[in-house]
């Protein structure tokens, strides 16, 4: 993977896609260095029910993208209020569904951990950069393009 300066320069990238329900939480993704400082992130928000940190991943929303490149990516641990029903991802998915003292839960959790991510001193901890994939057929390359047309 050829890195791009802007690469070194992304601290993070934290997602909320999973309803309206409130933040229970993060998952580490995989990394574990990250564990201490999130816990102290989220020290004031214990009383909101916000304390649960684990190391696995989570997949199937924005957050992987970065992931996959070895940007720090987040997906927060939300309570799953009407994800996986009829309400949302349909004409039924609208603010009149949202509960509000939710969302100004995970408002202030969320731009609390954007500004300490903002104001580290240091880069996150980051876990190794992917290996290098074998490039695939019909990806570009010597290989896409030989043999005959209908390869």
Do not use: C
């Not at 949202?98 to 001193?121: C, E, G, H």
């Amino acid at each position: 993977m050829a890195l791009k300066p802007e690469h070194g320069k992304l601290q993070a990238y934290f997602n909320l896609d999973n309803g309206g329900g409130k933040i229970r939480g993060v998952y580490l993704q995989g990394n574990d260095m990250l564990r201490p400082i999130f816990e102290a992130w989220l020290v004031p928000f214990k009383d909101y029910g916000a304390t649960t940190l684990t190391i696995r991943n989570t997949g199937s929303t924005d957050h992987v993208s970065f992931n996959s490149l070895g940007l720090p990516g987040f997906q927060f641990i939300q309570d799953p209020l009407e994800y996986f029903s009829t309400t949302h991802h349909s004409n039924m998915d609208v603010f009149d569904y949202v509960p509000k003292s939710d969302m100004m839960q995970a408002s202030a959790i969320l731009a609390s951990f954007v500004y300490n991510a903002a104001t580290r001193d240091e880069m996150l901890p980051r876990k190794p950069l992917p290996k290098p994939q074998p490039e695939r057929r019909g990806e570009g390359g010597p290989s896409a393009t030989a043999g005959t047309p209908n390869n």
